[in-house]
């Protein structure tokens, strides 16, 4: 109709946190001063609340790729031999990654919206002992599967290899005891469950990491952790911080720590379910049914339906960005996201949307039936008790 909210419901980047955002405004400050240095200990301190961990956990200025470069330039040398669990878009980057910079790469590939399991990662790191690093995604967000995280890391942790885990849509969508566990190195990035805008990335470094730090001989410059711990340690940072950024951050911590991270990733879980059962109720097919994740669903067009159809009619009715599918899932899948902030009127909004869409693209659908699926699982879990925050 005539006005038409814009509304961001892709999986990164995803709604920002309104008070974070009004937040950015107050960034004409100077970063090597007394007041900058305070909000910047805050949002670390908070970032490592809300991460969980006691391990190091470093900021950078980039986005989430640029964390994912850093751990595969600061712990190995040339030709170390590592593996990597690819099952989606995500998982091929960190395969063309570790093969950029000469790493020997034993790639366990698993089709779109499957996922790797541990016991083909049990059995590789038998037959290579040699292996130094094991990368995987928590959550593959082209294809909305998530790896089983523990299991694998139990695995990886009776080994010498070291766990990275692109968290970057795992963080705030399940749970990841990254301490308890043994996740070597933690990648997460802003503009995911942290509601803000794209442009900072985190990385959580073990014990066991650094170790392998002091032997790594590949070339680094601009992403050397070493360097940044150092400069983190008095507060600071290598280079000139994402000022604003680090201010929204700092205000988007204190909400997901008061809220508790736990809850956060109850209220993404809650809102797949709610999706998954929204799809069945629609006789859509889920694209990954046997492992879906909580940061994102992807859900198949029905049969001969392009799913740009969806996609654009999104945007053209009711202002909203939704994600398509990448690569050859482009077309055939759309992705709901339901990673840091949103919340039940947003998917009631848009599954009935999502009705409308079909029902105008010739999928027979009862108008209603879909939004009922997620009413009755909000009815379930929280009609009965007041909603926090
Ligand atoms: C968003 C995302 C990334 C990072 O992509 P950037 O564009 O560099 O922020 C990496 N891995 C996963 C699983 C993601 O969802």
């Not at 006789?283 to 067009?301: C, H, M, Q, R, Y």
Request: charged residues 20%; neutral net charge.
């Amino acid at each position: 109709m005539h006005i038409k909210k814009q509304r961001l419901l892709t999986p990164g980047p995803t709604p920002l946190y309104p008070p974070a955002l009004h937040a950015m405004m107050a960034s004409d400050v100077h970063h090597r001063t007394q007041d900058f240095i305070k909000i910047q200990a805050s949002a670390m301190q908070g970032l490592k609340k809300a991460m969980g961990t006691s391990n190091d956990t470093l900021i950078l200025t980039a986005s989430g790729s640029g964390a994912m470069e850093a751990s595969v330039s600061n712990f190995f040398s040339m030709k170390d031999k590592v593996v990597v669990c690819s099952a989606g878009k995500f998982g091929e980057r960190w395969a063309e990654m570790v093969q950029a910079f000469g790493l020997d790469a034993i790639v366990l590939t698993e089709p779109y919206g499957s996922v790797v399991s541990p016991e083909r990662l049990a059995e590789t790191l038998k037959a290579n002992p040699d292996v130094k690093g094991v990368f995987i995604q928590a959550s593959e967000t082209s294809t909305g599967a998530a790896h089983d995280v523990e299991a694998m890391a139990k695995i990886v942790r009776e080994t010498p290899a070291i766990f990275i885990v692109d968290a970057i849509t795992g963080l705030g969508t399940m749970p990841l005891k990254i301490d308890e566990w043994g996740i070597d190195i933690c990648i997460g990035g802003s503009q995911k469950s942290f509601m803000i805008p794209p442009g900072l990335a985190f990385i959580s470094v073990s014990p066991k990491a650094w170790a392998l730090n002091a032997n790594s001989c590949m070339p680094r410059y601009y992403f050397d952790l070493k360097r940044e711990k150092k400069m983190a340690d008095k507060g600071e940072s290598s280079w000139t911080p994402n000022t604003s950024h680090l201010i929204a951050l700092n205000v988007a911590l204190q909400y997901i720590n008061d809220l508790g991270m736990d809850k956060l990733i109850e209220n993404a879980q809650l809102l797949a379910k709610a999706t998954r059962h929204a799809a069945a109720a629609l006789d859509l097919e889920l694209f990954s049914p046997n492992n879906p994740g909580s940061s994102v669903t992807a859900i198949k067009t029905p049969a001969g339906m392009d799913s740009g159809l969806i996609v654009k009619g999104f945007r053209t009715h009711f202002g909203a960005i939704i994600a398509n599918g990448q690569g050859s899932m482009q077309g055939k899948i759309f992705r709901m996201a339901h990673l840091g902030y949103f919340d039940f009127a947003d998917m009631f909004a848009v599954i009935a949307g999502l009705e409308l869409l079909l029902q105008q693209n010739g999928h027979p659908v009862e108008l209603g039936k879909g939004v009922a699926a997620v009413q009755k699982v909000y009815a379930e879990v929280a009609m009965q008790q007041p909603v926090t925050a």
